[in-house]
């Protein structure tokens, strides 16, 4: 039971353009959610977060695109650099003590240079 | 100066052994975490602890046993290790359990052969 959905698993894009990286999920009681940088052989770190009360969040070149109706967040990067070349894990919980991250399966990023 | 470390980064070991996972935070931080990542590449909590108390049990066979001797340590010891144990166990930690961003480690590959 897939509660967090990443269907494309990976993404190609030339240096310089933007990276659109999408992400669904199905429970209804998710009202935060990140989005998560891993390279090989070492742990995931955090990029970005958004509160269910926006529908954006912005830091430098990553920006985080909530639409609650729809169920359905992306993270753009602009412009993509080679080192963004990554799997990126979109995550999600609910509110409260005690709130586990639920995870997607991740998408593999190349930058092409 | 790592903020959260594991050991050992891999473990090859046979079916039936007993060993253990440790895990080490320097960020001062409340609550740890145990994901699992397994062969589909999906990270599942595990357990979580805050201030050495038990917190998050997901459902994990009881052959697997976390410890927290205190709050900037959480270990793993799994019993009679099984071939489907085979995965890379990531240790996280977060300010405390209300904090959503989690600091994760560098991972611990487990091979069972």
């Known amino acids: 039971d897939q509660q967090v959905k990443q269907n494309s698993p990976s993404l190609s894009v030339q240096e310089g353009r933007i990276s659109i990286l999408n992400c669904d999920y199905t429970?209804?009681?998710?009202?935060?959610f990140l989005w998560y940088k891993k390279y090989p052989a070492e742990g995931p770190t955090f990029l970005i977060s958004i509160s269910s009360i926006k529908d954006k969040n912005e830091d430098g070149r990553f920006t985080v695109f909530l639409n609650k109706s729809a169920k359905h967040l992306s993270l753009h990067i602009v412009p993509s650099q080679p080192g963004d070349s990554a799997v990126y894990f979109c995550?999600?919980?609910?509110?409260?003590?005690?709130?586990?991250?639920?995870f997607g399966k991740g998408i593999t990023l190349s930058v092409r240079p | 100066d790592t903020a959260v470390s594991q050991t050992p980064k891999y473990l090859v070991t046979q079916m039936g052994n007993d060993k253990s996972i440790k895990c080490e935070q320097n960020?001062?931080?409340?609550?740890m975490y145990w994901y699992k990542q397994d062969s589909k590449k999906f990270l599942k909590i595990m357990f979580s602890y805050n201030n050495k108390e038990l917190i998050i049990n997901e459902t994990v066979p009881n052959r697997f046993s976390p410890k927290s001797p205190d709050k900037a340590h959480l270990n793993l010891h799994i019993n009679s290790l099984e071939l489907g144990d085979s995965a890379v166990y990531f240790c996280?930690?977060?300010?405390?359990?209300?904090?959503?961003?989690?600091?994760f480690g560098p991972g611990t590959r487990l091979t069972v052969l």
């Open positions: 429970n209804s009681m998710f009202d935060y």
């Open positions: 995550a999600a919980t609910g509110t409260g003590a005690n709130s586990k991250l639920t």
């Open positions: 960020l001062g931080h409340d609550t």
């Open positions: 996280a930690s977060s300010r405390d359990y209300f904090y959503n961003e989690q600091f």
